[in-house]
Nanobody
């Protein structure tokens, strides 16, 4: 069964860090783009970051530039979202999703989604 599974969410204080993982089972991540999206309470889901099959990164949320980064470990079949200097406004459910080789900021372009992981930034 092909699926994506996120992990690594939790409660963190402002200024803290978290690393989210997106693991794929069923087949290799190697030739797919992986995007991270988030949905805050009462808001629409938005694109955050994406990494394409060759490792090129694309930011979709200006608010995370300089704080978040994305990487992939094909040997581990996992994509990571490193989040530093977290702010209360980063509080959301974070989702990873896969699509073809290139990135897109539109969630409708992604065909597989994880179940999401909650990130709460609060003192």
């Amino acid at each position: 069964q092909v699926q994506l599974v996120e992990s690594g969410g939790g409660l963190v204080q402002p200024g803290g860090s978290l690393r989210l993982s997106c693991a794929r089972s069923g087949f290799t991540l190697d030739y797919y783009a992986i995007g991270w999206f988030r949905q805050a309470p009462g808001k629409e889901r938005e694109g955050v970051l994406c990494i394409n099959w060759s490792g090129v990164r694309t930011y979709y949320a200006d608010s995370v530039k300089g704080r978040f980064t994305i990487s992939r470990d094909n040997a581990e079949n996992t994509v990571y979202l490193q989040m530093n200097s977290l702010k209360p406004e980063d509080t959301a459910v974070y989702y990873c999703a896969s699509r073809g080789r290139s990135c897109s900021g539109y969630e409708s372009d992604y065909d597989r989604w994880g179940q999401g992981t909650q990130v709460t930034v609060s003192s």
